[in-house]
């Protein structure tokens, strides 16, 4: 029997997880758990969910540097319109939506305060 996974959640490196975890409740991302070792104050890890999707994030040991985020992640919305209008009121400046040949009801991209490019698409 081949090797079948049935899961996949990324796991992000960030420069600070509480201030990931108040980001990323703007695209609907609630606190599942949470870890913050004994001689600490903040968390170094979260495991955020919303619906069907999850994410993890964890301290970076090194600095975080925007342009050496090589991953996109795709988020999948019921209406693109709305999710880009709610994003803009919030002040994160999600870039123009477009409607490439792989994505007819459009997509557009947010960054995370980490350089992390979130590519907000149709279900």
């Known amino acids: 029997m081949a090797v079948q996974i049935k899961r996949l959640v990324p796991m992000a490196f960030v420069a600070n997880v509480q201030r990931s975890i108040a980001f990323y409740a703007h695209v609907g991302f609630s606190v599942g758990n949470t870890f913050t070792?004994?001689?600490?104050?903040?968390?170094?890890w979260a495991w955020l969910?919303?619906?069907g999707a999850d994410l993890m994030v964890a301290k970076a040991?090194?600095?975080?540097?925007?342009?050496?985020?090589a991953i996109l992640f795709y988020l999948y919305a019921d209406n693109v319109e709305e999710t880009h209008a709610e994003l803009t009121a919030a002040?994160?400046?999600?870039?123009?939506?477009?409607?490439?040949?792989?994505a007819p009801h459009g997509e557009f991209r947010l960054v995370d305060p980490d350089g992390y490019a979130l590519m907000v698409t149709h279900t």
Do not use: H, M, R
């Open 61 to 69: 040991s090194e600095p975080v540097i925007p342009e050496q985020q």
């Open 49 to 51: 969910t919303s619906a």
């Open 37 to 44: 070792p004994p001689d600490a104050s903040e968390a170094s």
């Open 91 to 102: 002040g994160l400046n999600p870039s123009p939506i477009t409607k490439p040949f792989y």
